[in-house]
């Protein structure tokens, strides 16, 4: 539980634009992916990774995660991106076209020799890699053992409907069977969720659902295009009020239950253990985040002392 | 040369009249009686028609060095006043003032009429290329700026006394009963000609829509009309609307509209009998939205729309969200139809909305008021008379007045306008003093006046970004630069008079 993130939304920001990349601080996203790859057209990918540098150097009270998305690393800019962005401490890396646990892996590698030349705590950057092919899909699991540094799995729809020579509908049906894998192994692994962008920026309702969608499957953020797509994402990601009331409800009966010595404890005739304590915890971690509750629980009351 | 209290040097007189300078909002107090105008007498029988726009002047008995005035309710689409000020100076009339309640850029025809003096200069505001030319030194006509609830008082006052009041009468019937509802030009609200036409010592009421007597309703009576003349065309109504009417979709301007929903919210204002003024622009009716949304989800009942009303309002007082709409001037096409189909949508006077020197204006009344900027300062005090470059290009409109009244004044800006910072040290021009802004919304933070430190305490709280006014100028200037200060000669080419007759503020001509 410890180190819990928050990450309900994941903003793309184009990597060319620095009007946009100065608008960052202003949004309420709780992470920013800053694209070095399709948003940026060949003529710009060096002038725009320095143009992220210099944002990255001079944005210093970060109030949110900063990951940059690199091109491929088996393209001529993916390694040229690293070693301009790094220096420049994003908190991650947004690795696309994640296909196979080895690609991963070699990033995993490379940053740890990034780590050693700049000094910093080895694991410091994090891995964000991006499920957006069938083969991707199908590698989930072992993509998601393949580096300590993994914190989430995205899934990728856009290219993966491309990889399946399908179109993406407004339903999402034909996604179905990739994102439900991509989730799989993610929880299997106990990390986070990210669901695939929703493009159409003027339908709010088709985002609404699709969002709803992907948090009833079991996804804990979504990668957003526009910032006006926040809100919405935030809102589906909020828990509802009779939730936080009965976590609420579970964290006291906990700690009663702590002060008679025991694990187990009874609340309106239902047994609260501990999934139902993790829960209870995940909800309000996320209601404080939404400002439905004063103050983030007590670790050490829920867990005990460690 | 005197200081007034926010620190601007005021001259000791202007145009040839004394000046006051500017104290606090509420200390000046009014002496005297309001203001007085001939008794008439009209027989049986009489008629009130004349042929011509030139037949009306000649009859007002119009003189060099006089005053008139018009109303600016068809705004931009206003085809009046360039044709009183041409047939006007065809009758060879020097020394002419303007105390219209609000001049557009459509009015810049008048400009060879100021340079030939035939039109001397302006006890109103001015919006577009006249004041630019005025800051550039290119016209000589002296400007004295007003708020609404300002003007109205000086025209009640007597100290602007109006000699001919030219009405355009979208609706008028042959002895001068009026409204704006209906008809080719029709505006919605009369607001600010009612005032004229209460004081002035003529009145022509000039219409494009000459319709059966009696008018119903009447919103100038035919007690206060001389004179009726027909002209071809009145104005375009299709120009009222002087900005965008829809919901911003710009990420940045949504933003700002989502933290000034929660601070109405945080402010504890969102209840039962809630009164909300906001403007026509994409950010405003972001807000307006937020609220109506609010509103709609705790049931809430609001008891009134304010100020310039547009379709947004009249949607919200038709789903039941107000009582009533308070409204002095429709500021589209939506809320003209509305005002003269909904009892509930009341017009008023500019008196009755803004004036500080009567019995108790609307302002007085409202909860909050959202509110644009050019600038603000350090100090809370606004700019939206001149930009950056020093040019005088907007009148004050109700800025200040519903600043005063309301209990909290909003201002949503952009943090950056073009390239440069919104908060500044010190604003090019004082409109609105800073003690009566509660709170500056930007994307990058929300500014709380000391005097709101309740509700400041309850954003943070909120978890709302929360900055000190000089925390949020030095992050915007870390984007943005410091901008050099403007040059200015020590010429003024205009006064900003605050809205009870002091003065917060000069326009000087801009050094080239």
Redesign the interface.
């Known amino acids: 539980m410890a180190g819990f993130k928050l990450r309900r939304s994941l903003l793309y920001v184009p990597g060319n634009m620095p009007s946009m990349l100065q608008n960052i601080p202003i949004f309420n996203c709780d992470s920013v992916i800053i694209d070095l790859e399709d948003a940026v057209p060949l003529s710009e990918k060096d002038a725009a990774r320095h143009l992220v540098k210099r944002f990255l150097l001079n944005y210093t009270d970060r109030n949110k995660e900063l990951l940059v998305r690199i091109n491929p690393l088996d393209t001529k800019w993916g390694y040229e991106d690293l070693k301009v962005v790094l220096p420049a401490m994003p908190d991650g890396i947004r690795l696309p076209k994640a296909d196979t646990p080895e690609i991963v892996e070699r990033l995993d590698t490379l940053l740890t020799e990034f780590e050693e030349e700049l000094e910093v705590e080895i694991g410091r950057f994090g891995i964000l890699p991006s499920l957006e092919s069938a083969l991707g899909v199908i590698n989930a699991v072992g993509i998601a053992n393949s580096s300590e540094r993994i914190f989430a799995l995205a899934f990728g729809a856009e290219d993966y409907t491309a990889s399946m020579e399908i179109e993406r509908s407004r339903g999402g049906e034909e996604l179905f069977n990739a994102r439900t894998r991509v989730l799989w192994a993610a929880k299997a692994k106990g990390i986070q969720a990210v669901d695939t962008i929703f493009a159409d920026v003027s339908d709010m309702e088709g985002l609404r659902a699709e969002t709803e969608l992907a948090k009833r499957l079991g996804y804990t953020g979504k990668c957003l295009v526009n910032p006006r797509q926040i809100e919405v994402v935030h809102d589906v990601f909020a828990p509802k009020q009779h939730e936080v009331e009965y976590a609420l409800q579970v964290i006291e009966a906990i700690q009663r239950a702590r002060q008679l010595g025991t694990g187990v404890i009874a609340l309106g005739g239902k047994m609260v253990d501990a999934p139902v304590v993790k829960r209870a915890a995940r909800v309000l971690r996320t209601a404080y985040a939404h400002g439905m509750v004063d103050t983030l629980i007590d670790e050490e009351a829920i867990h005990g002392a460690q | 040369m005197a200081l007034n209290s926010l620190g601007r040097e005021i001259p000791e007189s202007y145009a040839g009249k004394p000046l006051i300078p500017y104290s606090d909002p509420f200390a000046l107090r009014p002496q005297g009686k309001v203001a007085a105008r001939p008794l008439k007498r009209v027989n049986p029988g009489a008629n009130k028609r004349l042929s011509s726009l030139r037949e009306a002047i000649e009859a007002s008995g119009l003189k060099d060095g006089m005053t008139i005035a018009t109303h600016h309710s068809l705004r931009n689409g206003d085809f009046l006043l360039n044709r009183i000020v041409a047939e006007i100076a065809a009758l060879g009339l020097k020394g002419i003032w303007i105390a219209s309640s609000s001049v557009h850029p459509v009015h810049a025809e008048i400009i060879p009429h100021i340079k030939s003096g035939v039109i001397a200069g302006f006890q109103c505001g001015v919006n577009g290329l006249i004041g630019e030319m005025a800051t550039k030194g290119e016209l000589s006509c002296p400007i004295v700026v007003r708020t609404h609830g300002g003007r109205a008082r000086s025209v009640i006052e007597g100290s602007v006394p109006i000699d001919v009041a030219f009405i355009a009468a979208p609706c008028c019937d042959e002895y001068g009963n009026m409204n704006g509802y209906y008809g080719p030009s029709a505006c919605g609200s009369l607001g600010y000609a009612q005032i004229d036409a209460t004081y002035a010592s003529c009145v022509v009421a000039v219409t494009d829509n000459l319709v059966p007597f009696p008018v119903v309703p009447v919103s100038i009576p035919q007690t206060l009309v001389d004179y009726v003349v027909v002209v071809d065309r009145l104005g375009d109504p299709a120009k009222i609307v002087s900005t965008t009417t829809r919901v911003t979709?710009d990420?940045?301007g949504?933003?700002i509209a989502?933290y000034a929903a929660q601070v109405i919210e945080a402010a504890g204002l969102l209840r039962d009998g809630f009164s909300f003024q906001t403007g026509s622009g994409g950010i405003s009716l972001a807000v307006a939205e937020k609220v109506r949304n609010a509103m709609r989800k705790g049931s809430i009942k609001g008891s009134f729309g304010c100020g310039g009303i547009t379709g947004y309002f009249v949607d919200m007082l038709e789903e039941g969200l107000f009582s009533a709409l308070m409204d002095v001037q429709c500021f589209d096409q939506e809320a003209v139809q509305s005002i003269g189909r909904n009892r509930a949508h009341q017009e008023i006077s500019a008196d009755m909305y803004a004036n500080p020197f009567n019995a108790g204006a609307v302002v007085n009344r409202l909860d909050c008021v959202i509110l644009g900027a050019t600038e603000v300062d350090t100090s809370f005090n606004v700019n939206v008379n001149t930009e950056s470059n020093g040019y005088l290009l907007h009148n004050t409109g109700g800025h200040s007045d519903t600043a005063a009244g309301a209990k909290l004044s909003i201002i949503v800006a952009p943090s950056i306008r073009g390239r440069l910072p919104i908060v500044r040290d010190r604003v090019t021009t004082i409109t609105t003093p800073g003690e009566t802004i509660g709170v500056v919304v930007t994307?990058?933070g929300i500014a709380v006046n000391d005097k709101h430190a309740e509700l400041k305490e309850e954003l943070i709280?909120?978890?709302l970004p929360v900055k000190e006014i000089e925390e949020l100028q030095r992050e915007i200037c870390?984007?943005t630069g410091t901008p050099r200060p403007l040059e200015f000669e020590d010429e003024v080419v205009a006064v900003i008079e605050y809205r009870d007759g002091s003065i917060i503020d000069v326009v000087r001509r801009v050094k080239e």
């Open positions: 979709t990420p940045v949504l933003q989502s994307e990058r709280r909120r978890k870390r984007v």
